[in-house]
């Protein structure tokens, strides 16, 4: 009610008599409180120029108002993030109190932004400061190798897998991945994953990965998936034609895009798994492994001298990549995490060195490396549900059995609201902030933007403006031409059914459900 003056109880005849005049009135049955009014005017004035007349004045726009302020109230919606988690639901009968709501919204958005913003700042000012702990190139190389294996029990309803923890052992056999064309592919058998085949493989690094380390963090484990696996054994079948050109010469080796949900390099773990496995790669010339975050952190391991150096800064890092596209006369590999921000380098070339990058097909950076160029990329899905099993077990090993089980449970209840997205699900922080924002996300749609939340057949990349990663997960499709394709779906069901009500609230039925069925494969 902040700027609104007092509001003194009033009859309709009264609020007439004093803001209308002449001989407006309604029937005495109609004479109801104000407040009561403004909710539903239509069912007290059925002249439509009388009742409209009224409702446009500011002195009938306030009842309305403390009106809303009082039903919020009623249902306990007291602060900005309950009315995040209300406004699918609520419904909001004063213009003003709807124009306050969304003012607060953006003014809380813009802080929520401006915090990000600083910490990001300050954490790539730590990162900058944050030395090389000894031994690291030895905690990566030697990284343990330990697994979960998966047991089906069970029939029907009553069916589930078992999760058993193999730490310290490498398993006896790996995933099945078959060649079509020169294009891996994961075999779809029912087998897959039986035993003795992991759910799960784990590296463990005692003194961490690059992302820890640029992070200040203790995340010593490295998920990898089948997923993961897959993206590796592509690299290494193409690496020939990275490093020899077909005429003697050198070739000018084009990067391969590894394309997954937001935060793939990080939280997927594609790029400390394709790190550990170039660092013991030795069937083709290659010294140098560099682990590059976006244009202002870089990090070399050198495989002969076993050391890790670091470049720090814009300049620091176009300096490094000179040295080691011109100057240096060594092969190297090249792995970019750009997959939360940042473009390729000024001094970005694709000459005599291997080159991945992991991104999100998002505006912010995929437009910007890929440049109209016809790159190839590989899609990397989301995690199954087994998977994110299979890790709660290993985060979970040496505990007591029921509370192994109450958080296997207490993750699987909230991949029901936001997806089986690591990065959101494994904390109770990372849970209610991301919920937060799907909420978020989800209240910006409207008519005028909802075409921009979903990549059509014909559209590359999505819109840098909206928060799209928020809601939607990415999973991969073959085709028959051997390249993947991205297929961006929603991130569970209840996000999708939330998706649908909301833009049935700002679309007709039939232009919701066009536009969804319209918004599921990105070549």
Not at 199 to 220: A, D, F, I, N, Y
Not at 263 to 280: D, E, K, M
Not at 293 to 301: D, H, I, K, N, S
Request: hydrophobic share 35%; aromatic share 12%; proline share 5%.
């Amino acid at each position: 009610m902040e700027g609104e003056g007092p509001v003194s109880e009033m009859l309709l005849n009264d609020f007439l008599r004093e803001y209308v005049g002449g001989n407006s009135a309604v029937d005495e049955d109609d004479n109801v409180p104000m407040g009561m009014f403004a909710l539903r005017p239509d069912e007290y004035v059925t002249d439509t120029e009388l009742r409209e007349s009224i409702v446009r004045l500011p002195a009938c726009q306030t009842y309305a108002l403390r009106e809303d302020l009082r039903r919020l109230l009623e249902k306990g919606v007291v602060t900005l993030r309950d009315w995040r988690k209300a406004a699918s639901w609520f419904r909001i009968f004063s213009s003003a109190a709807s124009e306050k709501l969304r003012a607060a919204l953006e003014v809380a958005k813009a802080e929520a932004a401006g915090r990000e913003e600083n910490e990001r700042a300050k954490r790539k000012e730590e990162s900058y400061r944050r030395p090389i702990p000894e031994g690291f190139y030895d905690s990566v190389f030697n990284a343990k190798l330990s697994h979960v294996v998966g047991y089906p029990e069970g029939a029907g309803e009553e069916a589930a897998v078992r999760m058993e923890v193999k730490e310290g052992q490498a398993p006896k056999r790996t995933w099945k991945l078959t060649c079509y064309r020169n294009h891996v592919l994961r075999s779809d058998e029912l087998d897959q994953f039986r035993p003795p085949r992991p759910t799960l493989m784990v590296l463990t690094s005692e003194k961490g990965w690059p992302h820890s380390l640029r992070e200040g963090t203790v995340t010593t484990d490295c998920y990898v998936t089948a997923e993961a696996e897959r993206v590796w054994q592509i690299v290494k079948d193409n690496m020939y034609y990275m490093f020899y050109g077909g005429d003697g010469g050198l070739p000018e080796v084009q990067p391969y895009f590894v394309l997954g949900t937001y935060g793939v390099g990080r939280w997927a773990n594609a790029g400390s798994y394709l790190l550990y496995r170039l660092l013991h790669y030795d069937n083709h010339p290659i010294r140098y492994v560099v682990y590059c975050f976006g244009r202002e952190l870089v990090y070399v391991f050198d495989k002969e001298e076993k050391t890790v150096e670091k470049y720090e800064g814009t300049e620091d890092d176009e300096e490094a990549m000179k040295k080691f596209y011109w100057y240096s006369g060594e092969r190297g590999f090249f792995i970019y995490d750009v997959a939360e921000e940042g473009g390729p380098p000024s001094s970005f070339y694709c000459y005599r060195h291997g080159v991945v990058v992991l991104a999100s097909p998002n505006g912010n950076n995929f437009r910007e490396w890929v440049g109209g160029a016809d790159y190839h990329h590989r899609v990397m899905s989301c995690p199954s549900e087994n998977e994110v099993k299979a890790m709660c077990a290993w985060m979970t090993r040496g505990r007591p059995a029921q509370e192994q089980v109450d958080y296997w449970e207490t993750v699987k209840q909230r991949m029901r609201f936001v997806g089986p997205i690591p990065r959101y699900i494994l904390t109770e922080a990372e849970f209610n902030e991301h919920t937060a924002a799907v909420e978020s996300a989800l209240q910006a749609i409207d008519a005028s933007v909802a075409k921009d939340y979903f990549a059509r057949a014909d559209e590359e990349v999505w819109s840098p403006e909206n928060p799209f990663h928020k809601i939607v997960k990415i999973e991969r499709e073959f085709r028959a031409r051997c390249y993947d394709v991205i297929r961006i779906a929603p991130a569970c069901d209840y996000i999708e059914q939330k998706l649908l009500d909301r833009l049935c609230e700002v679309l007709t039925l039939r232009e919701a459900v066009t536009l969804l069925s319209g918004a599921s494969h990105l070549p």
